[in-house]
């Protein structure tokens, strides 16, 4: 069993930036870890996913060139540095965990984003 714990979200400009980290409660060296976000209203769409061991990382069209995926398995902890952020990028980020790329066996609780125009 893991648990994820994400944390960093708030209240930024457009144009801003904000770091989120998920901290696990296991060991997540052989899980893949993303992260998905869910606007008011709007269905859970993915946002970003990062191999077991870092190699390779996916994003979504919406993001790519502004969020970068990484992790730290010494720390239990993966983050998501999103830059440049833009009001249609509020919402709340979940972060997950998968024992395969593109499965999602564990969930956090999410942490909220709110940009400001």
């Known amino acids: 069993q893991v648990q994820l714990v994400e944390s960093g979200g708030g209240l930024v400009q457009a144009g801003g930036s904000l770091r989120l980290s998920c901290l696990a409660s296991?060991?997540?060296?052989?899980?893949?870890m993303g992260w998905f976000r869910q606007a008011p209203g709007k269905e859970r769409e993915f946002v970003a996913l990062?191999?077991?061991?870092?190699?390779?990382?996916f994003y979504a069209d919406s993001v790519k060139g502004r969020f970068t995926i990484s992790r730290d398995n010494a720390k239990y902890t993966v983050y998501l540095q999103m830059n440049s952020l833009k009001p249609e990028d509020t919402a709340v980020y979940y972060c997950n965990a998968g024992k395969r790329l593109w499965t999602y066996d564990y969930w956090g609780q999410g942490t909220q984003v709110t940009v400001s125009s």
């Open positions: 990062i191999s077991w061991s870092g190699g390779s990382t």
């Open positions: 296991g060991r997540i060296g052989t899980y893949a």
